[in-house]
């Protein structure tokens, strides 16, 4: 015997992205880099130079007051697909020479947190980078699919920024 039930559907189609179990969407990504960890901290926390690394950021800067301490907001503008939008992070984790961290949205209703940690490995450091959703918002997409592309697109992106650091530090080391 076999039981089937109907549900209404007067309130609109169900969320897709609701009940979604988010350990799919992180990754971690990491590049040896020609200089110790003491020098590449103030590197990747002087936010302003992400863009010299990243193709997708620009502007990106801290607000007034702002430093790279546990507490400060920066804006960046970022670009995927054709578009151009703007975000507000707030920075979770400051530890010189060993980590730091931002949450997209701020730590309190965040979307997106980036981790860069650093490990010293010889005359140089490994240095690591971790995106993790936090929650589903349909700013970043509205199915499944869309929030895997995404996290995709963003694990290709981080490596390619990785690389462009590892370049760029040791383009300026030849000098």
């Excluded at 897709?16 to 590197?43: E, H, Q």
């Excluded at 702002?66 to 960046?76: D, K, R």
């Excluded at 650093?118 to 918002?137: C, K, M, N, P, Y």
């Amino acid at each position: 015997m076999s039981t089937t039930t109907s549900r209404s559907t007067a309130a609109g189609p169900r969320d897709p992205l609701v009940g979604l179990d988010l350990t799919p969407f992180t990754f971690t990504r990491r590049c040896w880099v020609d200089l110790l960890p003491d020098s590449v901290y103030p590197l990747i926390s002087d936010v302003s130079l992400i863009e010299t690394w990243s193709a997708s950021a620009r502007a990106v800067r801290y607000e007034p007051g702002g430093g790279p301490w546990v507490g400060a907001w920066f804006s960046g503008r970022n670009r995927r697909d054709g578009r151009e939008w703007v975000t507000r992070s707030e920075v979770v984790r400051a530890d010189p020479g060993s980590a730091f961290a931002f949450v997209v949205g701020g730590a309190e209703q965040g979307i997106v947190r980036w981790d860069w940690h650093l490990h010293e490995q010889g005359t140089g450091s490994i240095v690591q980078q971790t995106w993790r959703l936090l929650r589903a918002d349909p700013v970043l997409g509205d199915t499944p699919e869309a929030l895997h592309a995404l996290r995709d697109h963003m694990a290709n992106s981080a490596e390619a920024t990785l690389l462009s650091l590892a370049e760029w530090i040791a383009g300026r080391r030849t000098r």
